[in-house]
């Protein structure tokens, strides 16, 4: 099985709204990623957790905070997003740490609206 | 660094035509190859890999071929079909030259086939 699971499918939130999107795997993956997909454009990352910790943030604002409570879950919380925000946001996960160049394997993604 | 090109879209093709979709890459050390698909409304699949030289990667009757001396790992079909209608995406994860493993994606070509 090579799924990884999001939720919700499409979210729509005011600008002082704070949500989460959720991502799980349990195909026993010990690296997770966010990406941020825009409209015709390829995925640009976000956060990298290897092992439960976060090795990567590629200088994404900090009204985006991820967290990875386990092996399994993935988290990004959303507080103040502007409209620049909206996008398709997608998570994917590796078996190892990514300097293995494993597969990543990516999740439907949360369509995210930001009104 | 590491980089991915790959040719402009969109590209249209009537069904069962041959398609070639090529990606070049620039990578320090000795990268593994991907290309992923991206249904409309969806996520991305992996469509198939390579992880070392004159690999040939296969999968839904796509192939491509991990060509080191020519830096290159084209997408070729001998015969597509509407439902092949996607945005295609060349990628590479090299541990070397910065990147640290991460996915470096090609900007996406987007095929469309026709009836």
């Known amino acids: 099985d090579t799924e990884v699971t999001q939720t919700p499918k499409h979210l729509v939130m005011g600008m002082t709204n704070k949500k989460s999107l959720k991502c799980e795997q349990h195909m026993g993956h010990r690296a997770m990623y966010w990406y941020k997909q825009k409209a015709k454009k390829p995925p640009e990352l976000m956060f990298v957790y290897s092992y439960e910790k976060l090795s990567i943030n590629e200088s994404v604002p900090s009204r985006f905070s991820p967290e990875c409570p386990n092996s399994s879950l993935l988290n990004l919380h959303l507080h103040a997003l502007q409209p620049e925000d909206s996008a398709l946001y997608l998570c994917a996960s590796s078996p190892r740490d990514p300097a293995s160049t494993d597969t990543q394997y990516f999740g439907p993604g949360t369509r995210l609206t930001v009104l | 660094g590491n980089s991915v090109t790959q040719m402009e879209g969109p590209v249209t093709l009537s069904e069962e035509a041959f398609l070639t979709i090529n990606c070049t890459y620039t990578a320090t050390g000795y990268p593994s190859l991907f290309w992923y698909v991206q249904y409309p409304g969806e996520g991305l699949q992996l469509l198939l890999k390579?992880?070392?030289?004159?690999d040939k990667g296969s999968n839904k009757g796509f192939e491509a071929t991990y060509r080191k001396e020519t830096t290159s790992f084209h997408l070729e079909k001998g015969s597509v079909q509407v439902s092949d209608s996607a945005v295609y995406f060349c990628?590479?994860?090299?541990?070397?030259?910065?990147?640290?493993?991460?996915?470096?994606f090609g900007k996406g070509t987007k095929l469309s086939v026709k009836p």
């Open positions: 390579a992880t070392k030289a004159d």
């Open positions: 990628a590479l994860s090299d541990s070397g030259g910065g990147s640290q493993g991460n996915l470096i």
